[in-house]
T-cell receptor, first 118, second 110 residues
Framework: KAGVTQTPRYLIKTRGQQVTLSCSPISGHRSVSWYQQTPGQGLQFLFEYFSETQRNKGNFPGRFSGRQFSNSRSEMNVSTLELGDSALYLC?????????????????FGNGTRLTVT | SQQGEEDPQALSIQEGENATMNCSYKTSINNLQWYRQNSGRGLVHLILIRSNEREKHSGRLRVTLDTSKKSSSLLITASRAADTASYFCATSLGANNLFFGTGTRLTVIP
C-alpha cells in the first residue's frame, strides 16, 4: 500500500503570496489531519477533515484553510503569507479519524512540505 | 495546554546501550502514543498505550504509563545507529486532535 504523499516537497514563497499544499492519504483512509512543525512551537494541529467535512480545528488564524475531496485527498491553503509561516507542514491520515470511538488509530504521516517564506 | 514535554531534550549514547526518554502531560488522556521522526521527514508511529494499560512492548521498545503521575517513558534497548532520530509522545483525549510533546533528540554513536 502506498503511503501518504505530500506535494510539493519544497516551496519558496514571498510575503503576501498564497500557497496550496496537497496531500493524498493512504488508500481507504478517510481522515486527513494537518500539522505545522517549527523549531520554536513544535508540532501544532491545524485541522482535520473527514468525509469532506472539517471535523476539528486548531488555534490558527483564518489565513489557514483546507478542504477535502470526495476521494479523501486534501489541500491546505495559506493566504497572505508571513515570515512566521515558514515551517514543515505535515499531513497525516487514519482510517476513521481522531473522534471519539476511533482515537486508538495511529496516524500515518507523509514526509511533509517544507515551506520557506522570504 | 495539554501538550506533553519530553525529557531529556537531547540524549547521546553509544551503540548497544539503552535509551530512556520520558514524557509528562497535563490532563487526563485516553491513550498515549510515541512517534519517531528522522531529520526532515514525517513521523512514524511506534507504539500506542491505552490509559488502562501500564506497560507495553514492541520489539526493542518498552513503554510504560503512569496516569497518576501523568507520565510515560519509552525505553529503546540495544540501540543502533539507525535509531538516531527525534522521538515524540502524543496524547489524545479522544474527542479532538493529538497533542505532541516537544521531542527528545536521540543520537546513537556507532
Amino acid at each position: 500500500k502506498a503511503g501518504v504523499t505530500q506535494t510539493p516537497r519544497y516551496l519558496i514563497k514571498t510575503r503576501g503570496q498564497q500557497v496550496t499544499l496537497s496531500c493524498s492519504p493512504i488508500s481507504g483512509h478517510r481522515s486527513v489531519s494537518w500539522y505545522q512543525q517549527t523549531p520554536g512551537q513544535g508540532l501544532q494541529f491545524l485541522f482535520e477533515y473527514f468525509s469532506e467535512t472539517q471535523r476539528n480545528k486548531g488555534n490558527f488564524p483564518g489565513r489557514f484553510s483546507g478542504r477535502q475531496f470526495s476521494n479523501s485527498r486534501s489541500e491546505m491553503n495559506v493566504s497572505t503569507l508571513e515570515l512566521g509561516d515558514s515551517a514543515l507542514y505535515l499531513c497525516a491520515s487514519s482510517p476513521m479519524g481522531q473522534g471519539a470511538g476511533s482515537y486508538n488509530s495511529p496516524l500515518h504521516f507523509g514526509n511533509g512540505t517544507r515551506l520557506t517564506v522570504t | 495546554s495539554q501538550q506533553g514535554e519530553e525529557d531529556p531534550q537531547a540524549l547521546s549514547i553509544q551503540e548497544g546501550e539503552n535509551a530512556t526518554m520520558n514524557c509528562s502531560y497535563k490532563t487526563s488522556i485516553n491513550n498515549l502514543q510515541w512517534y519517531r521522526q528522522n531529520s526532515g521527514r514525517g513521523l512514524v508511529h511506534l507504539i500506542l498505550i491505552r490509559s488502562n494499560e501500564r506497560e507495553k512492548h514492541s520489539g526493542r521498545l518498552r513503554v510504560t504509563l503512569d496516569t497518576s503521575k501523568k507520565s510515560s517513558s519509552l525505553l529503546i534497548t540495544a540501540s543502533r545507529a539507525a535509531d538516531t532520530a527525534s522521538y515524540f509522545c502524543a496524547t489524545s483525549l479522544g474527542a479532538n486532535n493529538l497533542f505532541f510533546g516537544t521531542g527528545t533528540r536521540l543520537t546513537v554513536i556507532p
